[in-house]
């Protein structure tokens, strides 16, 4: 190992001195974790290994790394490289459809490794930060399953969109009804979870949708910058319609007869 930007001593004091014990000098001899750290344990145990080599108070991960990238113009800080090693992390994995997704980010690899020893969260970090494989996969043959097919990828009109609705017969409850469709059916590609009964029913019906576990209000930190902007504005034009009619803006003044009628006829 050489032009490392640490001391021997500082890489040393960055090692583990707790949850395990060393098989002979701190730093350079291998780390080996109590047994209270069964996950940990279990993990190792898949790279026929019983704890983690270092040397010169280095880590070697070598043996059961997920993915090796090189981080160019290495930094004295620590925050700046496990930013770079993110980023030339999803590059890498999108690169060889790692765990068969292809639209890795910095941020969604930073959640992975954070929960790397938990299947379910690991799961939920995949989907979390992408859409549905369904979605991903075959948007395209889903169109007719979408009041707002559009809203994934282009910044519709909201005002053109209520001109079409009017001009095809419908109320403004029902014009109120589409907005508050078109909105939870953005949050719904992501696997969002649904407490409104007439909600759970519809999207329920749809074969892409599957329900993650997800609160659709903390979603929205993965929109694409079209669907943030087709969120805010369907929903100040359904909060306009819901004023005139004397309703509240919530989903449930609507029924699953409700959705799968505008579905029906007014998917735009």
């Known amino acids: ?46 790279y026929n290994l019983n704890g983690i080599t270092y040397i010169n108070g280095c880590v070697d991960f070598s043996r059961c790394c997920v993915a090796t990238i090189a981080i160019p113009d290495m930094s004295i800080y620590r925050y700046k490289n496990f930013a770079a ?20 980010t910095s941020s969604s690899v930073k959640k992975y490794k954070n929960v790397v020893n938990n299947t379910e969260a690991k799961k939920k970090v995949i ?22 097919y559009d809203s994934r ?6 005002d053109e969109i209520e001109t079409w609705l009017k001009g095809k017969g419908a109320t403004d409850r029902e014009i109120a009804c589409w907005f508050t469709l078109a909105i939870n059916e953005i949050s719904a590609r992501y696997g969002a979870q649904f407490s409104t009964n007439s909600l759970v029913v519809y999207f329920g019906s749809k074969s892409w949708y599957q329900n993650l576990g997800d609160d659709p209000n ?3 930190s993965v929109f694409t910058s079209a669907e943030k902007s087709n969120f805010d504005n369907f929903g100040r034009k359904r909060n306009q319609y819901c004023k005139k009619l004397g309703l509240s803006s919530g989903a449930k003044e609507y029924s699953y007869e409700d959705f799968n009628y505008i579905a029906n006829n007014f998917a735009y």
């Open 153 to 158: 990828n282009y910044v519709m009109d909201v």
């Open 85 to 104: 090693s993110n980023e030339e992390c999803a590059s890498y994995w999108n690169s060889i459809n790692f765990l068969n997704f292809s639209d890795w």
């Open 218 to 220: 903390k979603i929205r």
């Open 127 to 148: 989907y979390k930060y992408k859409y549905l494989p369904s979605i991903r996969d075959n948007y395209d043959s889903y169109g007719n399953e979408f009041v707002a």
């Open 1 to 46: 190992m050489t032009n490392l930007f640490s001391s021997l001593h500082e890489r040393i004091n960055h090692t583990p001195k707790s949850k395990g014990y060393w098989t002979g000098e701190r730093g350079n001899s291998i780390f080996i974790p109590f047994d209270t750290y069964s996950d940990v344990i279990n993990e190792l145990t898949k």
